[in-house]
């Protein structure tokens, strides 16, 4: 699909309608941030799950001006920053999920979850930089996504869900609960950007799955708080 582009004072933009839909997406995650910062003390899971919606705001924030200037930025720069700020949101979410489990077991997933987030943000800039450069420009989509994707498809597969079902099922958790019930709902923005199913050029697939993922991340909002106020209950 080719990007739409728009002139503003001199100005090539490029996709003025997904950088709107990453300011929305932005503005909810840094909305729900404020939210769960006041549901509890710091270094506790309200601070983790807290930093996982100042990062996932901040990231859009980002790459939604990499979409629009692109005609400007070599080697997707803002892309790279933005996933990589991503990559600390999933390490928060992954901390604060760890903290329903034993001291013992939570350091050894510390460990896991710290390797994955350092050589997922490593192989985001060698393969940027090094690997698939797209000098054209002139169609949706960014190179590497696809390596964002498998790394974040990791991050929640294997961590994330077994995590929030084994608290679910041993303790019928509803926090985990509609954790699950969010990450079920995300795979459907995987769908959207392998079919690359859009509506029409000004409403791509992009914009679609920034709908979705707002959706998704108030059902991990709900989620969170409902650990959040449990954990601090039994502190």
Same mark, same amino acid.
């Given at each position: 699909?080719?990007?739409?582009?728009?002139?503003?004072?001199?100005?090539?933009?490029?996709?003025? %309608?997904?950088?709107?839909?990453?300011?929305?997406? $932005?503005?909810?995650?840094?909305?729900?941030?404020?939210?769960?910062?006041?549901? #509890?003390?710091?270094?506790?899971?309200?601070?983790?799950?807290?930093? =996982?919606?100042?990062?996932?705001? &901040?990231?859009?924030?980002?790459?939604?001006?990499?979409?629009?200037?692109?005609?400007?930025?070599?080697?997707?720069?803002?892309?790279? +920053?933005?996933?990589?700020?991503? $990559?600390?949101?999933? =390490?928060?979410?992954?901390?604060?999920? $760890?903290?329903?489990?034993?001291?013992?077991?939570?350091?050894?997933?510390?460990?896991?979850?710290? $390797?994955?987030?350092?050589?997922?943000?490593?192989?985001? @800039?060698?393969?940027?930089?090094?690997?698939?450069?797209?000098? !054209?420009?002139?169609? /949706?989509? %960014?190179?590497? @996504?696809?390596?964002?994707? &498998?790394?974040?498809?990791?991050? =929640?597969?294997?961590?994330?869900?077994?995590?929030?079902? /084994?608290?679910?099922?041993? !303790?019928?958790?509803? #926090?985990? #609960?509609?954790?699950?019930?969010?990450? %079920? *709902?995300?795979?459907?923005?995987? /769908?959207?950007?392998?079919?690359?199913?859009?509506?029409?050029?000004?409403?791509?697939?992009? %914009?679609?799955?920034?709908? /979705?993922? +707002? &959706?998704?991340?108030? *059902? =991990?909002?709900? #989620?969170?708080?409902?650990?959040?106020?449990?954990?601090?209950?039994?502190?």
């Amino acid at each position: 699909m080719e990007k739409i582009a728009v002139e503003i004072m001199g100005l090539h933009l490029y996709e003025p %309608v997904t950088y709107l839909s990453d300011l929305i997406l $932005a503005g909810f995650s840094i909305f729900w941030f404020t939210r769960l910062r006041k549901e #509890g003390d710091q270094d506790t899971m309200s601070n983790s799950f807290s930093r =996982y919606f100042l990062f996932m705001g &901040i990231g859009p924030f980002i790459s939604g001006h990499a979409h629009l200037f692109d005609h400007y930025i070599h080697h997707n720069y803002f892309h790279v +920053i933005g996933w990589s700020l991503a $990559a600390f949101g999933t =390490y928060n979410f992954q901390k604060g999920c $760890a903290m329903d489990f034993s001291v013992d077991l939570k350091n050894r997933i510390n460990w896991i979850i710290k $390797a994955l987030l350092v050589s997922s943000i490593l192989f985001y @800039f060698a393969y940027q930089f090094l690997v698939d450069v797209d000098t !054209e420009k002139t169609t /949706v989509g %960014v190179p590497g @996504f696809m390596a964002v994707s &498998i790394f974040t498809a990791v991050g =929640y597969l294997a961590f994330l869900v077994p995590m929030n079902y /084994v608290k679910f099922t041993k !303790e019928k958790d509803a #926090g985990s #609960g509609l954790i699950l019930l969010g990450i %079920v *709902m995300t795979a459907g923005t995987l /769908v959207l950007h392998s079919k690359k199913f859009s509506l029409s050029p000004h409403i791509n697939y992009n %914009v679609l799955a920034h709908i /979705v993922l +707002i &959706i998704c991340y108030y *059902m =991990y909002f709900l #989620g969170m708080r409902k650990k959040i106020r449990g954990y601090e209950e039994t502190d």
